[in-house]
C-alpha cells in the first residue's frame, strides 16, 4: 500500500522520506508565471526563504493552482501495482484539484486509489495524517482501517495561526487597506482558526504578542480536551523564517499541561510548504491539531 499525500500537509522532505509517504506539489506561481518549486529540492529551506522575499516585495503577488490530472495519473502510475490512499485538503477550497481527482478516478479504473478529503487546510491536513500513523504505530492495519482512523478523527482536528503582515493580506485582498493600516498602528495581530466541514480559516481575535496567542491557543485546546474527555493530542505546527520561536514556546506549553493533566502528546515541527506561503504571507506560524478519541 501506497499512501500518497499533497505538500500542504507542510512535512519536511526527511520526515516524508522516514514516512514513506509519495507526495504531489501545488504548483505556485509568482506574477501569473509558474515558480519553479518542488518539496525535495536541494536547499529547500534556503529555496523557500528565497520565495518569501519575493512575497515581501508588494509589486509581486504569489497564488496557487489545483493538482492537475497529469500530477494524478503520474504519481499513480508510479504506484500503479500497489493499493493507494489519498489524503487531499479540502476538496471544497480547491475545485480545480477536486474535478482533476474526480476525472481522474473515472477515467482510468485501473489505478487502485481510495481517497480521504481532510476537509481541512494547511497543517490540518498534515496532523490528520500524522494522528493515523500514532495511532496504526505497531499495528498491520489495512488501507479501509486506515480511512477509518481518517474518517473517526477528522471532525475532531482544528487549525490555528497568527499572521504578523497585515498589509500582505491587504494586497491579497483578504482585508481592507485602512484596517490593515490600524491593526498594525495598534500592534494587533489576528488569530486564524479553521475546522472541518467548512474549511475555511478566519480571524477568531486579536492578540498583541505570540504569548498572547498561546495562551489563547492552549485554553481552547485543553477545553477541547475536556469536552471529549480525551487524553492524546496530536499536534503538527508550521512557520516560515524565525518563527520558530513561538511554535517552540507553544510546544512547551502543550508539554507542561500534558505532565500536568495525564495527556499522551505527540507534536511536531516544520518549516511551512511552498503551497502556503502564497496564502499566509512571509511572516506567520500556524498548528493543526487533533483531539483522539
Not at 75 to 96: P, W
Not at 224 to 248: G, I, P
Not at 261 to 286: C, K, T
Amino acid at each position: 500500500m501506497k499512501i500518497i499525500i499533497g505538500n500542504t500537509c507542510n512535512f519536511e522532505p526527511e520526515r516524508i522520506k522516514e514516512l514513506g509517504l509519495g507526495l504531489i506539489d501545488y504548483p505556485v506561481y509568482l506574477n501569473g508565471k509558474e515558480y519553479p518549486q518542488y518539496w525535495d529540492m536541494p536547499n529547500w529551506r534556503e529555496e523557500k526563504e528565497k520565495f518569501i522575499k519575493l512575497l515581501r516585495d508588494k509589486n509581486n503577488k504569489g497564488t496557487t493552482v489545483g493538482i492537475t490530472e497529469k500530477q494524478f495519473t503520474d504519481m499513480f502510475e508510479e504506484y500503479k501495482d500497489e493499493e493507494i490512499l489519498l489524503i487531499t485538503q479540502s476538496l471544497n477550497n480547491t475545485h480545480a484539484t477536486r474535478d482533476a481527482l474526480r476525472k481522474v478516478l473515472k477515467d482510468y479504473p485501473q489505478y487502485d486509489v481510495k481517497a480521504f478529503d481532510t476537509e481541512s487546510l494547511a497543517s490540518g491536513v498534515g496532523v490528520q495524517a500524522m494522528a493515523m500513523f500514532k495511532e496504526a504505530e505497531g499495528k498491520d492495519l489495512s488501507r479501509d482501517e486506515l480511512y477509518d482512523i481518517l474518517v473517526k478523527n477528522r471532525p475532531n482536528a482544528h487549525v490555528v495561526g497568527v499572521l504578523y503582515d497585515l498589509f500582505y493580506l491587504s494586497r491579497s485582498g483578504r482585508i481592507g487597506l485602512a484596517k490593515a493600516v490600524l491593526a498594525t498602528a495598534m500592534g494587533l495581530y489576528p488569530l486564524l482558526s479553521s475546522t472541518p466541514q467548512s474549511g475555511v480559516i478566519k480571524s477568531i481575535g486579536k492578540v498583541k504578542n505570540y504569548k498572547q496567542a498561546n495562551a489563547r491557543f492552549l485554553a481552547t485546546i485543553k477545553s477541547q480536551m475536556q469536552e471529549k474527555n480525551s487524553k492524546r493530542l496530536t499536534a503538527t505546527m508550521s512557520y516560515v523564517t524565525d518563527h520558530d520561536k513561538e511554535c517552540l514556546h507553544l510546544k512547551k506549553m502543550l508539554e507542561a499541561a500534558a505532565e500536568e493533566l495525564g495527556w499522551d502528546v505527540h507534536i511536531e515541527i516544520n518549516y511551512a510548504s511552498f503551497a502556503l506561503l502564497p496564502h499566509m504571507g512571509p511572516d506567520f506560524y500556524e498548528m493543526g491539531y487533533v483531539i483522539g478519541t
